[in-house]
């Protein structure tokens, strides 16, 4: 299982970013996807949520109404649409999957929201 996050940046406040996250090495229609988050000094945060199919998504407050997790089965590739992005969202991004009783995490990738 691989699982590989890209976009992260920085950007200003109210900007946008879209994270991707690349997933191989496993059947990833069958399976849910998570993006989480930890910010510097902070335990990692559940951000976004999204069934195997798409149909249901959760969000955490945080991220309600600004951020919206996506998926395309076809192309094996979870996705976390970001807009009016705050300097409280600056944190690593990461990818999150669950086959059985095993977390799959990818690397990460860094978004810093600052002027």
């Known amino acids: 299982v691989q699982l590989v996050e890209s976009g992260g940046g920085l950007v200003q406040p109210g900007g946008s970013l879209k994270l991707s996250c690349a997933a191989s090495g496993f059947t990833f229609s069958s399976y849910a996807m998570r993006w989480y988050r930890q910010a510097p000094g902070k335990g990692r945060e559940l951000v976004a949520y999204i069934s195997s199919a798409g149909g249901r998504t959760n969000y955490a407050d945080s991220a309600k109404g600004r951020f919206t997790i996506s998926r395309d089965n076809a192309k094996n590739t979870a996705y976390l649409q970001m807009n009016n992005l705050k300097p409280e969202d600056t944190a690593v991004y990461y990818c999150?999957?669950?086959?059985?009783?095993?977390?799959?995490w990818g690397q990460g990738t860094q978004v810093t929201v600052s002027s």
């Open positions: 999150n999957t669950v086959r059985g009783s095993v977390e799959y």
